[in-house]
């Protein structure tokens, strides 16, 4: 049974930063790409980055870009989501996600193949003006 659990959430301030961990069990972490996506109250589900199975390659949501950064440690089976410059309508829950499929990129056609994944129960991120 694949287990996955966010945390890490919290409330700051704009422009602060703070660091999402996430562990999965139950799977052979260093074959799948892990994801994060977020979703706030009234707005649809967003991917905000997945990094691949080794590490090789990462890909972001545009809202995010140059400000979050995804890396993963495959021997402890975490990945994390470091984010920095937090603004107001970042504010989501935070959900962490490990993709079904072995070895596969995180993206086709612009779409996240990786929301069909294993997901955890998600962390609230709240940033204040």
């Known amino acids: 049974q694949v287990q996955v659990v966010e945390s890490g959430g919290d409330s700051v301030q704009t422009g602060g930063s703070l660091r999402l961990s996430c562990t999965a069990s139950g799977l052979q972490f260093d074959d799948h790409s892990m994801a994060w996506f977020r979703q706030a109250p009234g707005k649809e589900r967003e991917g905000v980055a997945c990094m691949t199975w080794l590490g090789g390659s990462a890909v972001y949501g545009d809202s995010v870009k140059g400000r979050f950064k995804i890396f993963r440690n495959n021997a402890n089976n975490t990945v994390w989501l470091q984010m920095n410059s937090l603004k107001p309508e970042d504010t989501a829950m935070y959900y962490c996600?490990?993709?079904?499929?072995?070895?596969?990129?995180?993206?086709?056609?612009?779409?996240?193949?990786?929301?069909?994944?294993?997901w955890g129960q998600g962390t609230q991120v709240t940033v204040s003006s």
């Open positions: 996600v490990a993709d079904r499929e072995k070895q596969r990129y995180c993206k086709s056609s612009g779409s996240w193949r990786i929301a069909g994944g294993y």
